[in-house]
């Protein structure tokens, strides 16, 4: 049995965007490499949507390696002999830090969980819990903040809202703000999870049941989203996907997975269910929809980064159509307008947004250096 | 040009590094793996920033800490705020502009001096070339074929003298370059391949 993760047990209650309160929150973590003596080697890695805090160890539920392994480890981009890495579960996911899935503090005697009376949450949220953590970790000013896709707007956010707790912001495949098309497709999600029966308004907790099937759909559009077109083709074409007797691939004429990206998508779909809450989806998805780090200040995004006196780094991929280099070169025109140390680059890779998570040599080469 | 002054610099790089006061804010568009940046960040102590439209140059100027923006100088600077920088670097790019002219302006908006470089057209090996051979000139500071090179504006000293009367600069500066040293002004516009120019809007 692997040992129970560090949770940090916040001693305030953590104020909301919404004007509600989070009390007695948790926020489960992850540490890797030694802290210095004066606290300065510390690198905080925010994960994206579905991520957790496993960001370099195995997955409690799933037993697989950290979601970027190959990124953070001794002698890795990220080095772990020379950082303190930390990465926290953000609050309303469902991998040990407060979400739905958590009992009401004080609540009912049979510890029901929030469900759906959790508050809706934004990224500035999941930040100001983040930063509570640093409080309590005693870290004043971190070294760098790493993160992509929704860790990337956690990143922005806590430059933009806390700009004196970070020297280096590095923001892989991610945007300033939520597009319809972004927001379109969430929506597809949240409406596939609360169509299935057994979703029952949130209150499946008590209960034999989950929202599995529609929570699949959910990850299996999402999945789309995270792919490139000429990558599935590389990946699957056509190709037909061999029949469960072992026999070969043949067009069954009714709806089985004939094809191998049904396959591939029906199982990634399954495989979501067992590690992740159907709620925690809603919440976070609503979370990323709200994200607009312009309209927080005043509407324009160079505003958010005045006086800024840290060092940003950029980076989207050229096949990345959920959040393309258009957003990134958005973001990268503000800092420049505010005067901002800013470096930015659009790297070339066929896979889509999902990028940011595979072997990518120059990526490798821009986040030494940049975290160096 | 290949020769190298005591910094590591080439020639052309080295005159402006010279000229560029200790402390000041620098764009350096076409900043290429960012000699010149880290010269003026690590010995004078400058704030330097780079505009450069190669993405593995942008990668390795990363790597080594510059901070440097990929994108298109004919586009970019336009994002850009008023007087954003002490000084405006435009090396060996002004010839690939798709409009130098505007360029010029823009270097001029974005900064409150600029430094522009650029290969002389009016060299005497390239009037030569096109004067007996007829031909396009391929030479040592031109040595890509007319039908392959980027250097889709080619200019003389005399020609850039004028752009900056009309855009209504004045050259503070200029710097001569010819078989990768210094030479005077005199007859420049027939002995150097190389021209810098420092301007002031």
Redesign the interface.
Known sequence: MPSKPPVFQLPESLPLDCGQALESARIAYETYGALNADKSNAVLICHALTGDQYVASTHPVTGKPGWWTRMVGPGKPIDTDRFHVICANVIGSCMGSTGPASPIPGGAADGAPYAMRFPVITIRDMVRGLVALLDGLGIETLHCVVGGSMGGMQALSLAANWPGRVARILVIASTARHSAQNIAFHEVGRQAIMADPAWAQGNYYAGDTSPNNGLAVARMAAHITYLSEEGLTAKFGRRLQDRPDGSAGAKSFGFDADFQVESYLRYQGSGFTRRFDANSYLYITRAMDYFDLAEEHGGRLADAFAGSEARFCIVSFDTDWLYPTAESRHVVHALNAAGAKVSFVELSAPYGHDSFLLEHDQLDRVVRGFVE | MSRHSPTGLRPDLAAIAARVAAGSRVLDIGCGEGELMAVLEAEKGC?A?GLELD??A??????????????DADT?LA???DK?FDYAVLSQTLQVAARPDLMLGELLRVGRRAFVSFPNFAHWRTRAALMWGGRMPVTRALPVSWYATQNIHHVTIKDFRELAREKGARIEGAWFFANERAIGARGANWRAEFAVFELSG
């Open positions: 704030d920033r993405a593995g942008v990668e390795r100027c990363v790597a080594r800490g510059l901070s440097v923006v990929q994108g970019d994002n850009y705020p954003a």
